[in-house]
């Protein structure tokens, strides 16, 4: 399929800009940021491996997404953008995209669990826990904020009103991928189809 094959190359090309990012941060010799890079890398073959090494078919724009909003949180930390006002957008928006892909990763797995028979749950039940799925790792990102600025000598949060704000857009984030998904899988359940 052209269309699959197009969203494959930039996911690949996304992985591509983290490793350039990775190489960018060791040139300066921020070594924090590399560090973050290299475990953005890792992350974002995640799914490709999970896809290659389990029945669980894994969806093209879970793989492009998740490259995606990686990409864009290494190039905040490796440009300096999440310092920059004129930035002052970039913080907002890969919580918001970040959330929304923790969220649909939670989704393929108890979509894939419920058609698989391992796990049933209610189209409510099932958009209250993709929620708290993409809000409890926004809350654990704050965490590791925190400790980061307090261990290693990082300036990840600014202030209390900018930590507000980031949890605040993982909740938009969280409630718009809760929101798709069930509706998605309400339509899928009323059609019988079980395939993601």
Same mark, same amino acid.
């Given at each position: 399929? %052209? ?10 090309? &996304?992985? *591509?800009? *983290? ?5 960018? !941060? ?5 070594? @924090?940021?590399? =560090?973050?890079?290299?475990? &953005?890398? *890792?992350?974002?073959?995640? %799914?490709?491996? =999970?896809?290659?090494? $389990?029945? +669980? #078919?894994?969806?093209? $724009?879970?793989?492009?997404?998740? &490259? ?14 999440? #310092? ?14 970040? $959330? ?19 796990? !049933?749950?209610? =189209? ?10 993409? /809000? ?6 704050? *965490?590791?904020?925190?400790? $980061? ?5 990082? #300036? /990840?949060?600014?202030?209390? %009103?900018?930590? /507000? ?5 993982? @909740? ?8 798709? +998904? ?15």
């Amino acid at each position: 399929m %052209p269309f699959q094959r197009d969203h494959l190359r930039l996911s690949t090309a &996304s992985r *591509i800009g *983290i490793v350039l990012l990775f190489f960018v !941060t060791i040139f300066q010799q921020n070594y @924090v940021v590399s =560090v973050g890079a290299f475990i &953005s890398i *890792i992350l974002s073959l995640l %799914p490709g491996i =999970v896809g290659k090494n $389990s029945k +669980a #078919h894994l969806p093209w $724009s879970l793989d492009f997404l998740v &490259s995606f909003a990686l990409l864009l949180n290494t190039m905040g930390n490796a440009l300096n953008f999440y #310092h920059d006002p004129s930035w002052w957008w970039w913080d907002e928006l890969t919580h918001a995209l970040g $959330s929304f892909a923790v969220g649909m990763i939670a989704f393929h797995l108890v979509f894939t669990l419920n058609f698989l028979g391992k796990v !049933t749950m209610s =189209v409510p039940m099932m958009g209250f826990f993709l929620f708290l799925s993409a /809000m409890g790792i926004g809350g654990l990102w704050e *965490i590791f904020e925190y400790y $980061s600025d307090f261990f290693l000598g990082t #300036h /990840m949060q600014i202030s209390l %009103p900018e930590t /507000m704000r980031d949890l605040q857009f993982d @909740v938009l984030g969280a409630f718009a991928i809760s929101g798709i +998904a069930m509706r998605y899988f309400f339509v899928k359940r009323q059609e019988g189809v079980g395939d993601l």
